[in-house]
């Protein structure tokens, strides 16, 4: 059974940082892009970041300069390193393989004072 598993949510003040990440039990993880997205309430769910088995990586505009994702093959895990935090980016947070029908729990991420 695939599983997608995020942790490193939490509530954090405008201007911290969090680092998510996502464990997945999937075969050929290496060769699969990864991604991260985001749902607020009352907002559709949006794409934050993805990155090709290569390492390529996309980023909404939204989190440009902000944020980073990586991925460590050995260990199946995608990484979400999240800095210059913002009250916008509270939202519950999704791991996804890309082209697929795999989708983590969600990690919810509050930024407020």
């Known amino acids: 059974q695939v599983q997608l598993v995020e942790s490193g949510g939490g509530l954090v003040q405008p201007g911290g940082s969090l680092r998510l990440s996502c464990a997945a039990s999937l075969s050929i993880f290496s060769l699969r892009p990864m991604g991260w997205y985001r749902q607020a309430p009352g907002n559709e769910r949006e794409l934050v970041a993805t990155?090709?088995?290569?390492?390529?990586?996309n980023y909404a505009d939204s989190v440009k300069g902000r944020f980073t994702i990586s991925r460590d093959n050995a260990k199946k895990t995608v990484y979400l390193q999240m800095n210059s935090l913002k009250p916008e980016d509270t939202a519950v947070y999704y791991c996804?393989?890309?082209?697929?029908?795999?989708w983590g729990q969600g990690t919810q991420v509050t930024v407020s004072a």
């Open positions: 990155i090709t088995s290569g390492g390529t990586t």
């Open positions: 996804h393989a890309v082209g697929s029908n795999y």
